[in-house]
């Protein structure tokens, strides 16, 4: 597989936020959202084994682990490697774009699981055969930008019946660019059950800074 970077940090988003968590970034991504933070991943990395990963992995020392990217499911060798991880008794959490097909994940990985709204230029690229495969221990994250994309992110939570799928709905702003307090405002006026989601980790390090 080709990796970017394996470092460890503070978890920054979803559920696990705030704990600290080994990162394993994945080289690739077949999507081009405008907001992309990680837009250096795209290119480059290096190849690794699974043993290779998982040396590096065990060194770091944390039995909390993230496959990111880029995106993950690009690349065959993740599926053994969650297996491996998953029996050295790692929790294994995987951050999706949602373009890809889930379904042959382990079910013991958490899915972190993105729909694409249209201010990400990448819209109605979410594989819908991931509903069913979905489980309540998985999370589904909708990226704002501005009020149309909150709109969509309600409309779809509503017609796909996203509550009944998962615990975990997230709307989390673009940094920098979508006001957090207004898409906290419009939550609470709204009424929606689903969980407000701050990138933690660019409020501690420079939101440039790779491999926090």
């Given amino acids: 597989m080709v990796i970017t970077e394996i470092f ?20 690739g991504c077949n999507l081009r959202c405008h907001w992309c ?4 991943a795209f290119h480059g990395g290096q190849k690794m084994t699974v043993d290779e990963v998982m ?22 060798d993740v599926y053994p490697l969650t297996v491996r991880m998953l029996a050295e008794q ?31 230029g990448e819209v ?15 999370q589904i994250k909708f990226v704002i930008l501005d009020e149309v994309d909150y709109r969509y992110a309600c ?15 997230i709307l989390s702003p673009v940094f920098g660019q979508m006001s957090s307090r207004q898409l906290a405002e419009w939550i609470l006026r709204d009424g929606l059950r689903v969980r407000l989601g701050l990138q933690i980790h660019k ?3 420079d939101p440039e800074t790779k491999g926090v």
């Fill in 8 to 27: 460890k940090s503070i978890q920054g988003e979803s559920t696990f936020a705030g704990l600290p968590c080994v990162f394993v970034r994945f080289t």
């Fill in 37 to 40: 933070d990680t837009a250096y």
């Fill in 55 to 76: 040396a590096r992995v065990n060194q770091l020392g944390e039995k909390l682990v993230e496959l990111t990217g880029g995106e993950p499911l690009l690349q065959e």
């Fill in 90 to 120: 790692y929790q294994v959490l995987i951050e999706t774009s949602g373009e890809r097909f889930i379904g042959r994940l382990p079910r013991a990985v958490t899915k972190v699981v993105d729909v694409k709204c249209p201010g990400s």
């Fill in 124 to 138: 109605e690229k979410f594989c819908l055969d991931n509903l069913a495969a979905l489980q309540r221990t998985d």
């Fill in 155 to 169: 409309d779809f939570i509503t017609r796909h019946n996203l509550n009944s799928c998962v615990d975990e709905v």
């Fill in 203 to 205: 409020f501690i390090w």
